[in-house]
């Protein structure tokens, strides 16, 4: 059973997002990129899967510029197969990437496509739900826990207040939660060998897929900063303060 | 789980992806290109990346870049900003008074103002294109003998080791890395180039290296104040005259400052916060309207070797060799250490390559210090050798030998020397003038901790502190009882910290290890020198933006 892993390139999670200051974007000019951490957990769990004797081949992909060939590189590290760029120096928007997917899964015919919940630059958390719909495949999102069976996957979801089970059959579409596991380590030794597998170079176009932004943005702000708290002197100006400066009760 | 270490050959193994190290490794591989030799280079890089951990001011001069790819405007390297004007400031508590000559070393025509991370970022991919393999995220841990004695290469750090130094779930086996010669490019005060100078003595008959403690910040400022190529040191206020220090503020390309401050390691008032100096200085009538309007976007902090040709160690051991400012090749007053660690980077390739092709007799390359020393690395450092111990004396003193060294071009027939490390040199806390600093306006200064914020730093918090200390007691009984704890003035991250119970009393040192940028600072002035840094697990420290 073959085992599709997305994975994106993003600004890496300890860099501080600072907005360019044209209301533009955010600065990306010296800033450090690694692979999306949701992404991670989605290779560590297939990479799992393969060592279990459940997989039998781990094949990774991204969509973005050629750089990404470092993310792809980690994923191959840490145990994957081999690895697939499409590139692209495209804002790539949600749509543009679970159809650009999909056309990846005609070509591969995986049984699984697992992918992160979400990126965490532009935490979108849709492209695993689009990409379900677009293959008309079962979905199984937020997973804390993956069984697999012959021909279904069981799921444990990471939901408001609790976990819920679900039993999906295959093919079907998977998108990781935190908790699903803690990655490994890509070692010196498998990052060398990593270089050595097979990596393969495609273009949107070469799968008849228009990445064309459907978006805009129209501007992009700082979260307001956070004001310095003020002492109160009783519960009354505290309850003053509440109802009528914060206006919460 | 396998206790045994996988083990990786290579002809020669580079610790540390700087401008020191890259240099040596993209010059091996171009003289094996040149005669059509198989040379096998391997770079190690504790930072998470190249440029990670790198931080300098920087002006930067071109000359050994020059030599080494000599058509680098043509393969874009990142030198946008070329220096345009120089200023030498003099401040007093309110004035500002412009020296009206430029001392030489200060004049910057024909340099660039630029981001020390992003050139050794395209130094790495020059070298990659020529086949050096770069591994960032692995430290360095420990050096490797063999039975002789002989330097056979290091040996990565474990990783997933818990704090209760028992390995997790997610234990790696570190690697030996081996080599038949190890270029040590670890930078200033490197931790395993500290333990080979113990090992082969290689301080013997040298002077103490002293060193400097360099607080950065990168700004954004209004466009309108923005002037590319503007270069402006001072000197004086807020460091008192015995001090010596001083400030940096280059404007460079899309409206960045980079702006910092400099104070020598051999200050003697243990009351003296070097991070709040700096904080002060910004507040200045004649500095402050550069940052109206601005906002500050990167921090950190790094040492500098500042003992310049009286305190360069020997150079070479069997089966390895130290360059750039691990030996201490920083050229003081110039502030510049970039040119002369690429260039003894570039030294030790040549003499490296020639030994390990030429079959040279034995283990260790002595043709590195002779070939070193005829060229212009050397001439530099000796004439400007007694302009730094000549601050001694003090502020005014100094510059008045530094003009008379400069003017004989440092023929004078003495040398200078450095009489004391800078842990030998602090006074005690009863003895020293308080300071009192003023509070953060959060305008132009700020406190510790939202500082070390924007320095990205981030330690795997489950693993045993990289800061080690030799003697647990000796933080309080020694450090806190007569230098009134300036572990927690001098470190720039507020790493360390004397924490009491409600009463007041038993206090203790806390160590908050995940937030150190890797300065080395407590390495290097603690009184007692108790405490030790040691390579943390791979990838862990700061992520300077280009730096
Ligand atoms: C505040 C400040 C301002 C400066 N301003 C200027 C200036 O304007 N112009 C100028 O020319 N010079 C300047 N310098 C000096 C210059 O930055 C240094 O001389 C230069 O960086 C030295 O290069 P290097 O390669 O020897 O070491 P570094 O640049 O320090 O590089 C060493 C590298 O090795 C890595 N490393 C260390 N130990 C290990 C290990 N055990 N395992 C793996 N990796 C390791 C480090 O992470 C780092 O990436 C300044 C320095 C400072 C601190
Ligand atoms: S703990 Fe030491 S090395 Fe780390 S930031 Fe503080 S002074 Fe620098």
């Known amino acids: ?249 | 789980m396998s206790l045994v270490r996988e083990v990786m050959e290579y002809d020669v193994l580079v610790v540390g992806a700087g401008p020191s190290g890259l240099s040596a490794a993209i010059r091996l591989k171009q003289r094996a290109r040149a005669a059509g030799q198989e040379v096998s280079v391997c770079v190690i890089e504790k930072g998470s990346e190249v440029g990670a951990h790198l931080l300098s001011g920087a002006v930067f001069e071109p000359r050994a870049l020059d030599e080494l790819i000599p058509d680098w405007r043509d393969h874009g390297a990142p030198l946008a900003t070329p220096a345009c004007e120089d200023r030498f400031i003099h401040l007093t508590r309110t004035g500002a008074y412009r020296l009206p000559v430029i001392p030489p070393q200060m004049r910057n025509h024909g340099n660039f103002i630029i981001s020390l991370g992003n050139l050794a970022r395209w130094l790495a991919v020059q070298a990659e294109e020529l086949g050096v393999e770069i591994y960032p995220g692995f430290a360095a841990a420990e050096v490797l003998y063999d039975e002789s004695g002989t330097v056979t290469g290091v040996a990565t750090g474990d990783m997933g080791i818990g704090k209760d130094g028992q390995p997790t779930g997610n234990f790696t086996r570190g690697v030996e890395l081996h080599a038949r010669q190890t270029i040590f490019a670890e930078g200033c005060r490197g931790s395993l180039t500290k333990a080979l100078m113990e090992r082969f003595n290689l301080r013997d008959d040298v002077d103490p290296q002293t060193y400097g403690i360099g607080i950065k910040e990168l700004w954004e400022i209004d466009p309108a104040k923005s002037q590319p190529g503007l270069i402006v040191h001072t000197i004086g206020w807020p460091l008192d005259q015995k001090t010596y220090g001083g400030s940096w503020l280059y404007h460079m390309d899309g409206n960045l400052v980079s702006v910092g401050f400099v104070v020598g390691l051999d200050y003697s008032n243990p009351h003296l916060s070097p991070f709040e100096e700096f904080q002060r200085y910004k507040t200045h009538p004649a500095i402050r309207p550069t940052f109206k309007g601005g906002r500050r976007i990167a921090y950190g902090a790094r040492t500098l070797s500042e003992g310049g040709f009286q305190s360069i160690p020997r150079l070479t051991f069997p089966g390895g060799l130290i360059v750039g400012d691990a030996a201490g090749f920083l050229n003081v007053p110039k502030i510049k250490g970039n040119h002369t660690a690429m260039k003894s980077g570039m030294v030790a390739a040549e003499a490296v390559f020639d030994h390990l092709v030429g079959g040279a007799d034995g283990p260790e390359v002595t043709a590195y210090p002779e070939r070193l020393k005829d060229s212009w690395l050397w001439k530099e450092l000796w004439e400007v050798r007694n302009i730094r111990p000549g601050f001694q004396k003090g502020l005014w003193a100094g510059l008045a030998n530094a003009a008379y060294e400069t003017a004989i071009k440092g023929r004078s027939p003495w040398t200078l020397h450095h009489r004391h490390a800078d842990n030998e040199t602090l006074v005690k806390a009863s003895e020293a003038p308080k300071i009192a600093y003023p509070k953060p306006d959060g305008v132009v200064s700020f406190d510790r901790l939202s500082s070390v914020y924007l320095s990205n730093t981030n330690h795997e918090e489950n693993q045993p502190a990289h800061l080690q200390l030799k003697d647990k007691e000796t933080p309080i009984r020694v450090n806190l009882a007569l230098y009134d704890a300036p572990e927690t003035l001098y470190c720039p991250a507020g790493v360390y910290e004397i924490v009491r119970s409600e009463d007041g009393t038993d206090p203790h040192l806390q160590i908050n290890a995940q937030n150190c940028v890797h300065c080395k600072t407590c390495d290097i002035k603690d009184p007692a020198q108790n405490i030790t840094w040691t390579v943390p697990e791979g990838g862990g420290g700061p992520n300077y933006p280009g730096m």
Do not use: H
């Open chain 1, 1 to 249: 059973m073959k085992i599709l892993v997305p994975v994106k390139r993003v600004v890496d999670y300890n860099v501080k997002i600072r907005v360019k200051a044209d209301g533009t974007g955010v600065e990306t000019a010296s800033v450090k990129f690694s692979m999306n951490p949701f992404d991670e957990i989605a290779v560590e769990e297939a990479v799992r899967l393969k060592e279990a004797g459940k997989a039998t081949e781990v094949v990774v992909v991204s969509l973005g510029p050629s750089a990404a060939q470092e993310t792809l590189r980690t994923a191959l590290a840490m145990g994957a197969d081999r690895a697939i760029l499409v590139q692209t120096d495209a804002e790539v928007q949600p749509l543009a990437v679970a159809k650009v997917l999909k056309a990846l899964v005609d070509k591969e015919q995986p049984r699984i496509v697992l992918l992160g919940k979400q990126a965490i630059d532009d935490d979108c958390n849709q492209t695993g739900q689009m990409l379900a719909a677009l293959l008309g495949w079962p979905q199984g999102t937020f997973a804390s826990k993956v069984a697999v069976g012959d021909d279904a996957l069981t799921v444990t979801r990471e939901i408001d207040g609790g976990l819920e089970t679900i039993e999906l059959t295959l093919p079907a579409v998977v998108t990781a939660d935190l908790r699903l596991n803690e990655p490994r380590y890509a070692s010196l030794p498998n990052i060398m060998k990593a270089k050595k597998k097979p990596f393969e170079t495609l273009t949107p176009g070469s799968l008849g897929v228009d990445v064309t932004p459907r978006l805009t943005t129209l501007k992009v702000v700082e979260p307001p900063r956070r004001k310095a708290g003020v002492k109160v002197a009783d519960v009354a100006a505290l309850v003053d303060k509440l109802k009528n400066d914060a206006r919460v009760i």
